[in-house]
Each structure stands twice: as structure tokens, then as C-alpha cells.
């Protein structure tokens, strides 16, 4: 399933005193399959995006156009939310049901698929997030930690089926280690769904660096780069629109610049110990 963007403005409050220009002149195209990170400064237009692509905002010039059909279309708009499924930032704001199981299979009941279904829909996603379904399912989700509350915001839009996944910062604020944890099931869910498309918005580099084969860069509601991961980190200028890179490529330029024969090109833990381990072997013979 792919998404068209074509000639997207966005602009808040218009005609007001109040109005924002949040995105100008958008194109893209987002394919079956991807995973791309969206990255950019606060207020660079990442969430207006984001909610561009299911509908919930609809251009106010330019075309969305899902699976063929544009947002504008308000008939199929309901169709398009239920293929294009969107964790907000801070999902836990949006968790309102008294159980963990009621929360989850809301998406579900609202798309009127029967009561068994629902159920197994909402057990299949709780595991697929690691939640144990008899553990979790009668507990408020008010009562369980910020990262429990963002897996079961996760598993509400996954109960859904969709095809796109968009995560709007979803691991922020999360330590590392639940950061991790999330990811790791994340990228389990991607490779055990040929068709699926995600689409993550992060503030952290590291994480684009090491889940994300393709990177958009927003600046001030403009397209800035669209790029894959090694072009996004080695040949765009991030530095010039205020974003930093991973840490472990900031290493490598440094070290490389102390005299060391190393590649400069790398910006994920694991290749920079592969690439050291090379060096340090042959620098030891
Ligand atoms: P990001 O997610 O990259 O931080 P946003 O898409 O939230 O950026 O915001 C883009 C711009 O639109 C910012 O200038 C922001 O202040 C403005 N904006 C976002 N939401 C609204 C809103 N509901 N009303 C008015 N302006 C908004
Ligand atoms: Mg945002």
C-alpha cells in the first residue's frame, strides 16, 4: 500500500491572527514495506504530518492520496484511518477505559467486528507487545508504569490491523533499557508482516540510526532531506539545521582525526565494533 503526498501545505488557524504555516510544499511517497524515520527540530511539522496521513488533518492545499484514495474523500475516510494507524506523542493521554482489554479492543469495536473477534484480536496484540493477556487484561491502565501504558497504546492501533504504523515519539521519555525492550518488539512486529510500513517520528538519533532504512528530515514545515540512513548521517549537513547526529559517529570522526586508519562512515554501535575490533586486530599483530 503506498502513500502519496503531493504538494502538501498545512496551515493552522488560517485566515486568524493566530495562523501557522506548519508545513509548506510536501512530496513524498511512502511505499509498502519501509521502515523511515521523520526527524526534525520541535515544531518542525512532524506531528501535522503524521496526522496528514490518516486523515485526522486534511491538507489545506495539496493531496494525501492512501491506497489510491485522497483524505479529502470523506466517505472513505473512516477506511483510511483503520489502514493507516497512528500512535500519538504521548499516548498515554488518550487512555480512558476502565480495563487494559476494553482500551485495546476499542479500535476493533468501533470497526463492529464481532465480540470473539475483538477478543483475539486484543490478545494477539498484547502479545505482540509482551504483555501477557490473563496478567494485564482486567487492570486499569492507569495503574501500570509509562511503559506499560505505551504498549498498550500501541497494541490499541495494532489490534486494528493496519497497514502503516506511524510512532509519533512513542519511546520518549522511556529509559533506555524500555526503550530497547519496545523496539525490539517493534521490529518484530516489521519482520513478521511482509506488507507492513512504519513510520517513526524521533527526536533520538541513535534510535534512527540503528531501526530506520530510509530518514525524512523536516525544517520549519519544509522538506529539508529525504534520504536513506548512510546518506541522511554522512552526507546531509544535520549539523546546519540544528540536529545532531549519533554519538558513536561523532566518536569515529574524532578518533579517525587523532591519526587512527578507520572508516568515518559508521553510525550504529554494532559496526563501530566491528570496525574497531578490525582495526585494534590488525593494529596488534
Ligand atoms: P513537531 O511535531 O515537529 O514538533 P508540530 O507539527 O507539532 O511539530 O508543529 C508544527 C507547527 O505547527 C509549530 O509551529 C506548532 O506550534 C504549530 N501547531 C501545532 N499544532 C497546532 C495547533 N493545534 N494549532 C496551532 N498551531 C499548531
Ligand atoms: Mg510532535
Redesign the pocket.
Known sequence: MNIEIKNVDYI??QGSP?E?Y?LKNINLNIKSHEIIGLI?Q???????LVQLLNGLLIPTNGEVIVDGISTKDKEKRRDIRFKVGLVFQYPEHQLFEETIEKDIGFGPKNMKLSEDEIQKRVELAMNKVGLNYEKYKDISPFEISGGQQRRVALAGIISMNPKVLVLDELTAGLDPVGRKEIFAEIMNIYNNDPELTIVLVSHSMEDVANYVDRVIVLNKGELYSDNSTYDTFNKVDLEKIGLDIPQIAKFMRAYKKKGHEIADDIYTIDDAVEELSRYLGVKNE
Open positions: 493552522y488557524n493566530g501557522v506548519a526534525g520541535t515544531g518542525s511539522g512532524k506531528s501535522t
